[in-house]
C-alpha cells in the first residue's frame, strides 16, 4: 500500500522504537527532543506530532522498560568456614587451607544458597578486586553513567 520496500518500513519503525525509548530512558526534556528530532530534517508538522507522540508515551514506555530488567539475586546472608588439612598419608607435614562459603541470596521473594570453596589467596586476590570496583564507583564518570540509567 506504501509503494515502498518492505525494509524501508523495517527500518523506519526501528528508528522510531530507538528514538522513543532512548529519549524515555533519559528523560530529555520537551526542547532536548526538538532539538534531537530537528536535525533529521523533517517538517515542522512531523516534528510536532513526534514531540506529541513522545511526550503522551515517555512515562509508559519507562514503566514497560523497567519491567524488561532482568530481576538480578540479592544478598542476604554469608555463611563461612575455614578448613585446614595438616597431614594426609602421603605427606606428613603440609597445610592445605580452603575458605567455604555459604552464599544466602532472594530472587523474586525465593532464598537460594550457593556454596563456594577457594583457597585463601584467591580470597584475598576477590577481595582487593571488589574493592577496586567499589572505589571506581566514587568517580564522577561512574556517577555520570549511574545517574543517566535511573
Known amino acids: 500500500r506504501l509503494n515502498v520496500s518492505i525494509d524501508t518500513v523495517q527500518h523506519g519503525v526501528e528508528g522510531l522504537t530507538y528514538l522513543l525509548t532512548e529519549s524515555s ?4 526534556s520537551e526542547t532536548d527532543f526538538q532539538d534531537s528530532i530537528h ?8 516534528n510536532e506530532l513526534l514531540l506529541q507522540l513522545y511526550l503522551d508515551n515517555r512515562k509508559e514506555i519507562r514503566i514497560i522498560l ?11 546472608s554469608l555463611e563461612w ?21 555459604k552464599l544466602h541470596l532472594n530472587q523474586n521473594e525465593d532464598q537460594t544458597a550457593r556454596v563456594l570453596q577457594t583457597d585463601p589467596s ?15 564507583m566514587k568517580t564522577n564518570h561512574c556517577r555520570r553513567i549511574v545517574r543517566n540509567m535511573k
Do not use: W
Open 81 to 101: 568456614r575455614l578448613d585446614v588439612q595438616l597431614a594426609s598419608r602421603s605427606l606428613r607435614q603440609q597445610i592445605k587451607p580452603a575458605v567455604t562459603m
Open 122 to 136: 584467591t580470597l584475598l586476590h576477590l577481595i582487593q578486586q571488589l574493592e577496586q570496583a567499589l572505589g571506581e
Open 39 to 46: 536535525v533529521l530534517g523533517f517538517s515542522d508538522e512531523l
Open 66 to 76: 523497567s519491567e524488561l530488567v532482568p530481576k538480578l539475586p540479592s544478598y542476604h
Open 25 to 28: 530512558k533519559l528523560m530529555i
